[in-house]
């Protein structure tokens, strides 16, 4: 079964997601009260850990999938998660598409740190702190935008966060303009038209005038733990709740940051996953296979977050390679296939040039939403 991705500015392209070999769904039990899921519970595998099939819904990925896992044995549980009406779908998919959405409700920039919200009680935020650990030991999936340092207080204690971890970690919660501000005031060169920047974070922080040179620093520093460990409190002690079956994988914070790292994908980074399946290439699919290499390899991180995520279903790197195949296919029937349950990236080697498909992959991945039409 084949997926149509279609891109509105650009109309002519049409790039294709297919996945197969997806397990036929258990036998149906009555779904949950008060919400619309449609679980699953294998009748064989009763005692845990038990198999779950569940069905959410993309537009309410977030509530859907909370409710998911307000059940504290799902952690235990072999979990297969699908969208509705995308049979093709997996479930790395759905755990990227959950993070994507449940981030944009969290406060800040490039790290974000949750947020208080009134129809969120202590169930549901440990429910999302069983999102985080099942996604990540299940298939990989670690929400890179979600502050290392929120993750490392909830694992090890908000003791375990020393300054250095904080002040870095307070860096990419700032915009870039009091990233700098911040920056010029920690090193002792703030300019006079920085301090405007500066006294607009501090008032947005709780305080209402700029400090004297020699105790600013100390007052940044509590305004990162204000922001990053202490206004998240409850959540922070809520999350820990769950995060026992992540500690081996996480024993310390070395292993965290380190795992941040690896997940975060990149440009040069996603280019070396990239791996031929044909030992011998005809002199186009090598030139295209080059081609590949030099556009992915250029990707600034957000192209790479979305190449990555159009070949395998997720935007952080959970996969060994992506193995690259090639096809015939030339003029409008030309179009890559992204295999996203293997991480297979079917290409045409018909491009006949590199800017040919510069262009082609650009309309791709700036497409403005994904629509999945069964063909």
């Known amino acids: 079964m084949k997926l ?52 959410i819904h993309r537009v309410k990925v977030v509530e859907d999938l909370v409710a998911v896992f307000m059940d504290s044995s799902i952690t235990k549980s072999t979990l297969t998660i699908e969208f509705v009406n995308d049979d093709a779908g997996v479930s790395r998919e ?42 990540l030991l299940d298939l990989g999936v670690l929400p890179v935008r979600l502050s290392s340092v929120f993750i490392l207080a909830c694992m090890h204690g908000i003791d375990s966060v020393n300054v250095d971890v904080l002040m870095s970690s307070f860096q990419n919660y700032l915009s870039s303009i009091e990233r700098s501000a911040v920056a010029k005031a920690l090193q002792g060169t703030l300019e006079e038209c920085d301090e405007e920047d500066l006294l607009d974070l501090f008032t947005r ?7 004297p040179k020699n105790t600013i620093k100390a007052a940044i520093q509590t305004m990162a733990h204000k922001a990053i460990l202490q206004d998240p409190k409850y959540i922070i002690d809520c999350f820990s709740k769950t995060m026992q079956f992540a500690l081996m994988k996480i024993p310390d914070k070395e292993n965290l940051v380190s795992l941040y790292d690896t997940k975060k994908a990149t440009g040069k980074k996603v280019a070396l996953l990239l791996q031929t ?99």
């Open 277 to 375: 399946s044909q030992v011998i290439r005809s002199q186009k699919e090598q030139m295209v296979f080059n081609h590949m290499q030099r556009y992915v390899r250029n990707a600034d991180q957000s192209k790479a977050e979305k190449f990555q995520h159009f070949c395998t279903g997720s935007s952080v790197i959970c996969v060994d390679q992506i193995k690259v195949s090639f096809n015939a296919e030339s003029g409008l029937s030309r179009r890559p296939v992204a295999h996203t349950c293997g991480a297979t990236l079917d290409l045409p080697y018909n491009y006949s040039s590199y800017p040919d498909l510069r262009t082609e992959f650009d309309n791709i991945l700036s497409s403005d939403y994904i629509e999945m039409d069964i063909l």
């Open 94 to 135: 759905v755990y990227t598409a959950f993070w994507g959405q449940f981030l944009e409700q969290c406060k800040r920039e490039d790290e974000r740190v949750p947020r208080l919200r009134p129809d969120f009680s202590e169930a549901e935020w440990e429910a999302v702190g069983r999102i985080w650990v099942k996604g």
């Open 4 to 55: 149509k991705l279609k891109h509105h500015h650009h109309p002519q392209v049409i790039a294709m997601l297919y996945c197969s070999g997806m397990p036929s769904p258990p036998e149906h039990l009555p779904s949950h009260s008060g919400n619309h899921l449609s679980p699953t519970i294998s009748s064989e595998n009763s005692a845990n850990p038990k198999d779950v099939h569940t069905l």
């Open 205 to 211: 922080m709780g305080s209402h005038c700029i400090l």
